[in-house]
């Protein structure tokens, strides 16, 4: 099966009409405007303007994320907030003991992952990292959902400040590795990432409204499946529906995806946690 055939060419209708607030196209949240769309950064040779996904989803699932009471991934934030305080560990100790309150992390999600001592560092990887060091704990599973809820605690201290990912210096060959594999063609269908989300975002895939595929709005809460999805996650799930073998959430590959990906949303704002259908 071919792209022709799976992708019903239906007329974006979205784009370009003028803004104004509460039609679509303008985010606010908590009564501060979000930056759904912007000028591509230059590296990225097949866009011109950047949209966050926000911008593509239904007036109802749109108005989930606009306000923290309705927002159904906030529950989460607040069992993070909870697990900021627990001790765990060998060593007694919880994250309060040394952070004395997660505003200390404001601006941190916008810049990674990035690169820390020559390793390409997800937050997974910083947290992980960390709780065997600073407390002598368990590492937490990937996608679970004291590492998701953590990372979007940690996100929510971001919210709005503009995404800005280092991709020169020590990023450069993970920037590299990264572009690759969102061009390179996956699976039976034969389609790279750039198939979907920079050819044809907009159209509609199935049921779906395709967006351009950003990640600043991660970790997301999606409503089918009633919990916070990491990005990796996320990535895994779309190379499935190539019907190709896919990486493992943590693997190398999948790092510097994130760090290519995450670059491409460069300029729009954190919207952690997003929230999607
Ligand atoms: C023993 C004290 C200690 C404990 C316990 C601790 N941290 Fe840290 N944390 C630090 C120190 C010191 C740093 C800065 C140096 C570093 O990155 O190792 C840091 C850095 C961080 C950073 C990176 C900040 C940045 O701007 O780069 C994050 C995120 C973080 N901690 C989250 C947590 C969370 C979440 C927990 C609980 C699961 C936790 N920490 C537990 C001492 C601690
Ligand atoms: C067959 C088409 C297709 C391919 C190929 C594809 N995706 Fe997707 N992707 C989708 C659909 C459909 C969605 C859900 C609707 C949306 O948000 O665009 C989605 C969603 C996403 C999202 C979530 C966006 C948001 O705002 O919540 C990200 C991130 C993403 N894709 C990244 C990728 C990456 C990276 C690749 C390549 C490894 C890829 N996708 C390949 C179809 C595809």
Redesign the pocket.
């Known amino acids: 099966m071919k792209m022709t055939k799976i992708i019903a060419t239906v007329a974006a209708c979205a784009f370009g009409a003028a803004a104004s607030a509460q039609d679509g196209n303008t985010l606010f949240v908590e009564g501060e405007k979000m930056v759904t769309e912007t000028a591509a950064p230059d590296h990225v040779e097949g866009l011109r303007t950047i949209y966050s996904g926000w911008r593509f989803r239904t007036p109802e699932t749109q108005a989930l994320q606009m306000d923290d009471f309705e927002n159904p991934a906030m529950i989460f934030v607040d069992q993070a907030l909870d697990l ?1 305080n627990t001790v765990d560990g060998s060593e007694g ?3 309060a ?3 004395e309150s997660v505003e200390d ?1 404001a601006g ?1 999600t916008a810049t990674m992952p990035k690169v820390i001592d020559g390793k390409l560092t997800t937050m997974e990887d ?2 992980n990292g ?2 065997a060091k ?2 002598g704990a368990e590492p937490w599973k990937w996608s679970g959902p004291e590492m998701q809820s ?1 990372i979007a605690l ?1 996100g929510l201290q971001s919210r709005g400040m503009p995404m800005n990912v280092a991709i020169d210096g020590d990023a450069a060959p993970f920037y590299e590795q990264g572009k690759e594999m969102y061009y390179t063609r996956y699976g039976q269908l034969e389609m790279s990432c750039a198939n979907c989300h920079e050819d044809n975002y907009g159209n509609m895939i199935r049921a779906d409204h395709l967006s351009q595929g950003q990640i600043n709005g991660f970790p997301t809460y999606r409503l089918k499946q009633a919990k916070l999805i990491s990005r990796h996650n996320r990535f895994r799930g779309c190379i499935r529906d190539t019907r190709a073998e896919t990486f493992a959430e943590g693997s190398d590959e999948f790092r510097a995806l994130e760090l290519y990906v995450a670059s491409r949303s460069n300029g729009l704002s954190v919207e952690t946690p997003a929230v999607r259908q």
């Open positions: 900021f100790r919880s994250c003991s040394c952070h992390f941190l910083l947290l960390h709780r600073a407390m953590m940690i």
